[in-house]
């Protein structure tokens, strides 16, 4: 239908659309040959269409997601250079900085930061698209990201993002080692901004430092990996006792699950844990099915009925 519309309708204004289908119809087929050509045509024939920016960049989008940034790459510059104005751009951008990321192009990685700074300084989204990418580079442990981080903090304290950069660079600081300075930023943070709504959301991500510094310590074989467990579980009990109705609530609820049940093998707190977010949250329900997951692959088929039970009761 796709390629019907594109061969036979070619002068309607959204026969554009029709193109962009034959491409992902492709990719999802697993098509290589066939998406690079329908890339190819989108890119002679559409130009002048106003909506090519979206269309471009869902593209790109697809690559990326099916393990392609060495194709979404040259996409998502093609629209920062060609529609610079276009509201796709900085996401383009962005996104270009994350496809360099996973390419481990740090050179494209800089210039992609560069321009970002240099032909969006007025945009209204820059810290949002600043903490995307810090959070992408972070992942890393590349540099740029705790500069990211930081100009967020410093150029826009009272972007609602503000708090969550604040303790990602705390995150930062703790992947390098560096506790004190790390736990001097939660302090700081978390008490700076009472009442503000994504206090939960920066509450749970001070767990999931410590979360993640577990990891590597348990991957290096170092038993100071479980004080950074105990640590994340203590934050997330502060989660479920400060923020018992959030969604947050219910995410530190499946990450306690996780940590009890498969990394500490303490199967009867991840159920204790999993029954706390459960009883009157249904409204959780994605996470409390992720938790469900993690509970039945590590406890007796007893406690799965007891998860379903209270689920459909």
């Known amino acids: 239908m796709y390629q019907y519309v594109v061969d036979c309708l070619p002068r309607r204004d959204r026969s554009i659309y029709s193109q962009r289908g034959v491409i992902l119809c492709s990719l999802a087929l697993g098509d290589q040959p066939a998406a690079a050509a329908g890339t190819d045509k989108l890119l002679a024939d559409y130009t002048d269409s106003q909506h090519m920016p979206g ?106 993002l503000a708090i969550t950069a604040k303790i990602y660079m705390g995150n930062i600081r703790l992947c390098q080692g560096d506790d004190e300075q790390a736990e001097a930023i939660y302090r700081e943070t978390l008490n700076a901004y009472p009442g503000n709504p994504r206090l939960p959301e920066a509450t749970n991500l001070v767990a999931l430092g410590y979360y993640q510094r577990a990891r590597r310590e348990q991957g290096s074989g170092r038993p100071i990996y479980r004080d950074y467990y105990q640590k994340a579980m203590e934050v997330w009990e502060n989660v479920l006792r400060d923020f018992p109705q959030s969604t947050a609530a219910a995410q530190a609820c499946y990450h306690s699950a996780v940590v009890y049940g498969q990394e500490l093998g303490d199967k009867e707190q991840a159920l204790q844990c999993f029954r706390r977010v459960a009883e009157g949250r249904k409204k959780h329900l994605a996470s409390i099915l992720q938790g469900a997951t993690i509970i039945s692959s590590c406890v007796f088929h007893r406690y799965v009925a007891e998860i379903v039970y209270w689920l459909v009761d």
């Open 55 to 160: 269309i471009v960049r869902s593209i790109a989008v697809e690559y990326r997601h099916n393990g392609k940034p060495e194709q979404a790459l040259p996409l998502h510059q093609y629209v920062v250079d060609k529609y610079p104005t276009s509201r796709e751009a900085i996401r383009c951008l962005r996104d270009y900085v994350c496809c360099a990321a996973d390419l481990r192009d740090g050179s494209s990685i800089e210039a992609g930061i560069q321009r970002l700074f240099r032909d969006f300084s007025t945009s209204g989204e820059l810290p949002r698209v600043a903490c995307h990418i810090g959070d992408r580079l972070s992942s890393d442990n590349h540099p740029r990201a705790y500069e990211l981080f930081e100009y967020v903090v410093d150029r826009h304290p009272r972007h609602e």
